[in-house]
């Protein structure tokens, strides 16, 4: 069960094994464009592939609980529905779970996400037994990992979802051979992982240049933090931390959060630490992406100036 970028490759990984996969169990497709094309899940083309038959229900409420009882196990990544407790105890082994975070640290629908908006330099993927809490089950195996400098959402899913494979076929052997451990998980240091919202997506150029080129990382590729320029929305998909702050040359003109200086060498603006942030990746509202020096041939920046004020501009990038 598993619909996300996340459960893909871990899917890969337990249709290339020993194990037969019977079912998958994924989030119905979604219409997307003008065109109302038929968008269907990472998890779900795969299962196409595969030959492997594919489940598509809006809940699990009314689940085929004796299809689910022929199998020995459910095994769950990134799925986004809520399993009841007779469809988690209807296999023979009950259900168990690919997650990737430090559990009890961000459990949750945003791990990978909340870690590195948190600035986190190190992680885990866990193998749990899943029961109607979420993400509180005993766990089974767990690895760390450290986070590379400048990985962001799509490459930490990847990195996670690898390992995470890796991990659940060696708990499938324990489970197997009877010897998987229930390690209980401890409360202390148990932040949750909230879903997302859209407003997170603006830069708030007041926070520190650490917690913004965090959000960028966080938000990479998709859906992208962005920051307003003449009322229309920039994202901006890389960004780093300027070596040696630039000097605004100006006596007398104060430099506020979100003051640009701009020159040969890029866009530096000003966060709320008094540090600078500099892009290096851009998309302007439709589009494509640009390297900043592309990205500057067209889009003119004035020393000194003030990215408008999100207060005022309330749209969301297109």
């Given at each position: 069960?598993?619909?996300?970028?996340f459960?893909a490759p871990i899917?890969?990984?337990?249709?290339?094994?020993?194990?037969?996969?019977?079912?998958i169990?994924?989030?119905r497709?979604t219409?997307?464009?003008?065109?109302h094309?038929?968008?269907?899940?990472?998890?779900?083309?795969l299962?196409?592939?595969c030959?492997?038959?594919?489940?598509?229900p809006?809940?699990?409420?009314t689940a085929?609980?004796?299809s689910l009882?022929?199998?020995?196990?459910?095994v769950?990544?990134a799925?986004g529905?809520?399993?009841?407790?007779l469809?988690?105890?209807?296999?023979?082994?009950g259900s168990?779970?690919v997650?990737?975070s430090a559990?009890?640290?961000?459990?949750?629908a945003?791990?990978?996400?909340?870690?590195?908006m948190?600035g986190?330099k190190?992680t885990?993927?866990?193998?749990m037994?899943?029961?109607?809490g979420?993400?509180?089950?005993?766990?089974i195996?767990?690895?760390?990992?450290?986070?590379?400098?400048?990985?962001?959402a799509e490459d930490?899913?990847k990195?996670?979802?690898?390992?995470g494979?890796?991990l659940?076929l060696?708990?499938?052997d324990?489970?197997?051979?009877?010897?998987a451990?229930?390690?209980k998980?401890?409360?202390?240091?148990?932040?949750?992982?909230h879903?997302?919202?859209n407003?997170?997506?603006?830069?708030?150029?007041?926070?520190?240049?650490?917690?913004?080129?965090s959000k960028?990382r966080?938000?990479s590729?998709k859906?992208?933090a962005?920051?307003?320029?003449?009322?229309?929305?920039i994202?901006?998909?890389?960004?780093?931390?300027?070596?040696?702050?630039?000097?605004?040359?100006?006596?007398?003109v104060?430099?506020?959060?979100?003051?640009?200086?701009?020159n040969?060498k890029?866009?530096?603006v000003f966060?709320?630490?008094?540090?600078?942030?500099?892009?290096?990746?851009?998309q302007?509202?439709?589009?494509?992406?640009?390297?900043?020096?592309?990205f500057?041939?067209?889009?003119?920046?004035e020393?000194g100036?003030?990215?408008?004020?999100?207060?005022i501009?309330?749209?969301?990038?297109?």
């Amino acid at each position: 069960m598993g619909t996300s970028a996340f459960a893909a490759p871990i899917l890969r990984i337990l249709v290339d094994s020993r194990h037969t996969v019977t079912s998958i169990y994924t989030k119905r497709p979604t219409e997307s464009g003008r065109g109302h094309l038929v968008k269907k899940s990472p998890t779900h083309v795969l299962a196409d592939d595969c030959g492997i038959n594919v489940e598509t229900p809006s809940t699990l409420k009314t689940a085929n609980i004796e299809s689910l009882q022929q199998a020995d196990v459910i095994v769950v990544a990134a799925y986004g529905l809520i399993l009841p407790k007779l469809v988690l105890e209807a296999p023979r082994y009950g259900s168990i779970n690919v997650h990737p975070s430090a559990l009890p640290r961000w459990r949750g629908a945003a791990p990978i996400e909340r870690t590195l908006m948190a600035g986190d330099k190190k992680t885990s993927i866990c193998i749990m037994y899943m029961d109607e809490g979420i993400d509180t089950g005993d766990i089974i195996l767990t690895q760390d990992i450290d986070i590379p400098e400048d990985a962001n959402a799509e490459d930490l899913t990847k990195m996670t979802s690898l390992i995470g494979g890796d991990l659940l076929l060696s708990s499938l052997d324990l489970i197997e051979n009877g010897s998987a451990s229930r390690i209980k998980q401890s409360s202390d240091g148990m932040i949750y992982a909230h879903k997302l919202t859209n407003a997170e997506e603006r830069i708030d150029w007041t926070r520190t240049a650490c917690e913004i080129e965090s959000k960028i990382r966080a938000l990479s590729p998709k859906p992208g933090a962005y920051f307003f320029h003449n009322g229309v929305a920039i994202k901006i998909l890389k960004a780093k931390i300027a070596d040696h702050d630039p000097i605004y040359q100006q006596e007398g003109v104060p430099v506020f959060p979100g003051t640009v200086i701009t020159n040969k060498k890029g866009i530096f603006v000003f966060c709320g630490d008094g540090k600078v942030l500099a892009p290096i990746t851009l998309q302007k509202a439709g589009k494509n992406l640009m390297d900043v020096t592309a990205f500057l041939c067209g889009n003119r920046f004035e020393n000194g100036m003030t990215l408008e004020d999100e207060r005022i501009n309330k749209g969301a990038p297109a």
